[in-house]
């Protein structure tokens, strides 16, 4: 059955750094979407990709973040200069055609980043 | 915009025993979906059971099963038979067939099964 992968599994890096989280959606698929669950809290909607420009971003990514799919294949979330509260796991999701066919979004296994 | 509400942060339910996480959403769109997602330790986010809104049958995977009520806009999961598999965190989530089709979800409900 296909899959989300995203890699790593889990990152750790030091405050101010660039960090890289890696994606590679479904491979017929066409949205793809970043979502942040901070520990304990609820899945968050970060930002969303079709089409090879975002669609729509939350507040929450800022200038510091942002989204590339470089090879048709990988779709990436960057983060520029990482902060303490960047801590969080990271979701890749991705989804097929829009409309009434579409019904549900596949999500990764997720990237748990720690911030130190 | 949409909204969506777990009030019980945390459920406990005996093995074997029957329990039913609730979720309200709001939202002015008439056609929708709506899904119920299981949490592990792992962090995974792995689908429990969807509904279409335009379904009037409610949905059932299993064990699984759901309530859901389109004019009051509610929509309970239900796990009858509880296995301590079943310990995890639910997140109710609803997605727009409009737009980004974004997922807009709950705080979750931490389900504890007793041995």
């Known amino acids: 059955e296909p899959e989300v992968t995203q890699t790593p599994s889990h990152q750790v890096t030091q405050m101010g750094q660039e960090v890289i989280l890696r994606c590679v959606p479904i491979?017929?698929?066409?949205?793809f979407y970043w979502y942040r669950q901070i520990l304990g809290q609820k899945v968050e909607f970060l930002v969303s990709?079709?089409?090879?420009?975002?669609?729509?971003k939350s507040e929450i990514f800022d200038d510091q973040f942002s989204v590339e799919r470089p090879d048709g294949s990988n779709f990436t979330l960057k983060i520029r200069s990482t902060k303490l509260e960047d801590s969080a796991m990271y979701f890749c999701?991705?989804?097929?055609?829009?409309?009434?066919?579409?019904?549900?979004?596949?999500f990764g296994q997720g990237t748990r980043l720690t911030v130190v | 915009a949409q909204t969506v509400t777990q009030s019980q942060p945390e459920m406990s339910v005996q093995e074997a025993e029957t329990v039913t996480l609730s979720c309200t959403y709001d939202?002015?769109?008439?056609?929708?979906?709506l899904f119920w997602y299981k949490q592990p330790p792992s962090r995974q986010m792995i689908l429990v059971i969807r509904?279409?809104?335009?379904?009037?049958q409610n949905a059932t995977e299993n064990r699984f099963s759901v309530n859901f009520q389109k004019a009051a806009k509610s929509f309970s999961l239900k796990i009858s038979d509880s296995q301590l598999g079943d310990a995890a965190m639910y997140f109710c989530?609803?997605?727009?067939?409009?737009?980004?089709?974004?997922?807009?979800f709950g705080t979750g409900t931490r389900l504890k099964v007793l041995a």
């Open positions: 999701a991705s989804s097929d055609v829009g409309g009434p066919m579409n019904t549900e979004a596949f």
């Open positions: 491979s017929n698929h066409l949205y």
């Open positions: 990709f079709y089409n090879n420009e975002i669609s729509e």
């Open positions: 939202t002015s769109e008439s056609d929708y979906y």
């Open positions: 509904q279409e809104a335009y379904k009037q």
């Open positions: 989530a609803y997605r727009s067939p409009l737009g980004t089709y974004k997922y807009i």
